[in-house]
């Protein structure tokens, strides 16, 4: 089945700094990755659609330029969380389109803790 | 009123019970229904999918659908310890999966 990495799986960082996570396809090409955001016992919450090659689309109430998307490959997209704080500490899901359903593949996830 | 309902449980229950699980929607523009199984601290990953009205059996588990009444159902025949888990339904308008709504995820412990 398809495979969607994510790295790192877990990253705490001091607030104010900036954290980059990265979202790989590794066995499909993924014209179409996805950005969610998991708080703990609720549902993901779509942040982004991110295009190959194009300006990532972001749901409303999602800041843009705290939350960079870029999709520079057909396997590859990264989220840059931007002056992180302790507010953003959440889990972070990344999904990939593909399969013969055209289905979301998700990756395991990325928690980030913003002390 | 939210897109997508689910009772967020905890559900327990004994190994070899048949556990249903429930969603409720507004949309009538879903058409294509997704279950999805969450591990803690893991990403989802799809169990079943389904588009439009009907059921879908693979192995344990048995997908159905009434649009009629906005109401996806996930039965697990012979449940496990294993499938100790949070179900995540999911629903979207298009095929292209462009907009999948969640709903919040019902939690679920198979107790040996």
């Known amino acids: 089945g398809a495979v969607v990495s994510q790295h790192p799986s877990r990253v705490i960082c001091k607030s104010g700094t900036s954290v980059k996570i990265e979202c790989r396809s590794l066995?499909?090409?993924?014209?179409?990755m996805f950005w969610y955001r998991q708080f703990p016992k609720q549902s993901l919450m779509l942040m982004a659609t991110?295009?190959?090659?194009?300006?990532?689309?972001?749901e409303q109430g999602v800041e843009k330029d705290k939350f960079l998307i870029n999709h520079a490959s057909l396997t590859l997209s990264t989220l840059t969380v931007t002056s992180a704080h302790p507010e953003d500490s959440s889990f972070y899901i990344c999904?990939?389109?593909?399969?013969?359903?055209?289905?979301?593949?998700f990756g395991p996830g990325t928690r980030l803790t913003v002390l | 009123q939210k897109e997508v309902e689910q009772d967020p449980g905890p559900l327990s229950v004994p190994e070899g019970a048949i556990v249903s699980l429930n969603c409720t929607y507004s949309?009538?523009?879903?058409?294509?229904f997704m279950w999805y199984r969450q591990y803690s601290r893991k990403g989802p990953e799809l169990l079943m999918y389904?588009?439009?009205?009907g059921n879908k059996e693979d192995g344990r588990f048995t997908a159905q659908v009434d649009k009629s009444s906005k109401y996806i159902s996930l039965f697990i025949r012979d449940s496990q310890p294993s499938d100790s888990a949070t179900y995540l339904c999911?629903?979207?308008?298009?095929?292209?999966?462009?907009?999948?709504?969640f709903g919040p995820g019902t939690s679920l412990s198979v107790i040996p």
């Open positions: 991110s295009n190959e090659g194009s300006k990532a689309t972001y």
């Open positions: 999904s990939a389109r593909g399969g013969i359903y055209n289905e979301q593949f």
């Open positions: 949309n009538s523009a879903f058409q294509y």
């Open positions: 999911a629903m979207s308008a298009g095929a292209s999966y462009d907009k999948v709504i």
């Open positions: 066995d499909f090409q993924a014209t179409t």
């Open positions: 389904t588009y439009s009205s």
